[in-house]
């Protein structure tokens, strides 16, 4: 949806831009309306192709439902992403709460 809107009004100030610098044709007007109905109809194709997985994600009643997989990930998987998280995640907040940690007990002092 949000990439609708800021596509929308990308285009609305592409033509307002071009407007004011220069003489817009129709041609040009009708092809700019055709482009900004590209992502719908992207959209659409997409619902058409993987209609049972919209079909469950527009299903409130399947939003809830857990369920474990039928294969589960490799343990070695998960530990690289629970590794990732913490080198790129939680270490830089580590460093950068010790920090503030320091010059709050400088000031402090």
Same mark, same amino acid.
């Given at each position: 949806m #949000?990439c @609708?809107?800021?596509?929308?009004? !990308?285009? #609305?100030?592409? /033509?307002?831009?071009?407007?004011? @610098?220069?003489?817009?044709? $129709?041609?040009?007007?009708?092809?700019?309306?055709?482009?900004?109905?590209? $992502?719908? #109809?992207?959209?659409?194709?997409?619902?058409?192709?993987?209609?049972?997985?919209?079909?469950?994600?527009?299903?409130?009643?399947?939003?809830?439902e857990?369920?474990?997989?039928?294969?589960?990930?490799?343990?070695?998987y #998960?530990?690289?992403?629970?590794? !990732?998280?913490?080198?790129?995640?939680?270490?830089?907040y580590?460093?950068?709460? @010790?920090? !503030? /940690? =320091?010059r709050? =007990?400088?000031?402090?002092?």
């Amino acid at each position: 949806m #949000i990439c @609708t809107l800021s596509h929308e009004l !990308t285009a #609305i100030w592409d /033509v307002r831009y071009a407007n004011s @610098t220069r003489q817009v044709d $129709p041609l040009e007007q009708h092809l700019h309306g055709v482009l900004e109905n590209l $992502p719908f #109809i992207g959209v659409a194709l997409l619902a058409l192709l993987y209609w049972p997985a919209l079909a469950q994600a527009v299903n409130p009643a399947r939003w809830l439902e857990f369920r474990w997989k039928e294969k589960p990930l490799p343990l070695a998987y #998960i530990a690289s992403v629970l590794v !990732t998280a913490c080198v790129f995640g939680v270490a830089p907040y580590l460093e950068a709460l @010790t920090r !503030t /940690v =320091r010059r709050a =007990r400088a000031k402090g002092a």
